[in-house]
Nanobody, 121 residues
Framework: QLQASGGGLVQAGGSLRLSCAASGRTISGYVMAWFRQVPGKEREFVAYVTWRGGRTYYAASAKGRFTISRDNAKNTVYLQMSSLKLEDTAVYYC????????????????WGVGTLVTVSS
């Protein structure tokens, strides 16, 4: 199971760090990703990190503001978000894929319970 945490209410321009802890399974060997979703919209890719952490990729909306990282020893992946904007408000989900890196949510094998991020003006 994957459990995301760290969401909350933050003012525009602020920062938050999301965590995704895995239990019952190691994340080593998996591509780990963050997606987000707002009601009525499709789940949107945010970022992924390959299992050795050597390669990351970001959506254009996240690039330069968000940083994805992983600690395989702690079985945890992180999303450091800064310069938050109103449009970053969403439920954030972490996901794992046991294959090549992908930005398509349908490609991911395991999903965690999301954490809500609300950015206020």
């Amino acid at each position: 199971q994957l459990q995301a945490s760290g969401g909350g209410l933050v003012q525009a321009g602020g920062s938050l760090r999301l965590s995704c802890a895995a239990s019952g399974r190691t994340i080593s060997g998996y591509v780990m990703a963050w997606f987000r979703q707002v009601p009525g919209k499709e789940r949107e890719f945010v970022a992924y990190v390959t299992w050795r952490g050597g390669r990351t990729y970001y959506a254009a909306s996240a690039k330069g503001r968000f940083t994805i990282s992983r600690d395989n020893a702690k079985n945890t992946v992180y999303l450091q978000m800064s310069s938050l904007k109103l449009e970053d408000t969403a439920v954030y989900y972490c996901a794992a894929r046991g294959d090549a890196a992908s930005m398509w949510y349908n490609d991911y094998d395991y999903w965690g319970v999301g954490t809500l991020v609300t950015v206020s003006s």
